[in-house]
T-cell receptor
Framework: DTEVTQTPKHLVMGMTNKKSLKCEQHMGHRAMYWYKQKAKKPPELMFVYSYEKLSINESVPSRFSPECPNSSLLNLHLHALQPEDSALYLC??????????????FGPGTRLTVL | KQEVTQIPAALSVPEGENLVLNCSFTDSAIYNLQWFRQDPGKGLTSLLLIQSSQREQTSGRLNASLDKSSGRSTLYIAASQPGDSATYLCAVLPFGNEKLTFGTGTRLTIIP
């Protein structure tokens, strides 16, 4: 099974709301990633978790808060977002974070709209 | 700093033709190069991964090559079909890094 699942598929939230995005994989991968993608642009890395520990934070604003409760699950908690945060949020996983055979598998994404 | 370029940004070809997509990168110190396709509003689908020690990989009608010394990779699609229409992204994983560097993509349209 090479599937990464993400919920919800779509999310609309106000600037004062708190919401969470969820990502799950059952491939036994030990690295998980959050990306943000704007229209007609490549994905931009936000966070990397390796063995359930945060290894990379790409200077993401604190209104985005990642969490990795276990090796299969990755959450992204959202609070006080701005309209410019509207984007497609992608989760990915790989066997390990970095290495010759390290292939990343992506989920279908959550389309986030901030009003 | 690694930079990845994909030219052209958009390409339209008639159904049935063979075609080549290009990817260039500036630093040859990479672990691997990965090709993805992305349909509008969807996630990325991994097509092929080429490790730095490999020259090419094949999957069905797709063949990807890697020339590290010249900083180039190509994705060859044989006998194109309308279902191949999508944006194709290449990404490199630099040595000692956990972060993929993506190209800007080529939007491919196959005309029936």
């Amino acid at each position: 099974d090479t599937e990464v699942t993400q919920t919800p598929k779509h999310l609309v939230m106000g600037m004062t709301n708190k919401k969470s995005l969820k990502c799950e994989q059952h491939m036994g991968h030990r690295a998980m990633y959050w990306y943000k993608q704007k229209a007609k642009k490549p994905p931009e890395l936000m966070f990397v978790y390796s063995y359930e520990k945060l290894s990379i934070n790409e200077s993401v604003p604190s209104r985005f808060s990642p969490e990795c409760p276990n090796s299969s699950l990755l959450n992204l908690h959202l609070h006080a977002l701005q309209p410019e945060d509207s984007a497609l949020y992608l989760c990915a996983s790989s066997q390990l974070a970095g290495g010759p055979g390290d292939e990343q598998f992506f989920g279908p994404g959550t389309r986030l709209t901030v009003l | 700093k690694q930079e990845v370029t994909q030219i052209p940004a958009a390409l339209s070809v008639p159904e049935g033709e063979n075609l080549v997509l290009n990817c260039s990168f500036t630093d040859s110190a990479i672990y691997n190069l990965q090709w993805f396709r992305q349909d509008p509003g969807k996630g990325l689908t991994s097509l092929l991964l080429i490790q730095s020690s490999q020259r090419e990989q094949t999957s069905g009608r797709l063949n990807a090559s890697l020339d590290k010394s010249s900083g180039r990779s190509t994705l060859y699609i044989a006998a194109s079909q309308p279902g191949d229409s999508a944006t194709y992204l290449c990404a490199v994983l630099p040595f000692g890094n956990e972060k993929l560097t993506f190209g800007t993509g080529t939007r491919l349209t196959i005309i029936p």
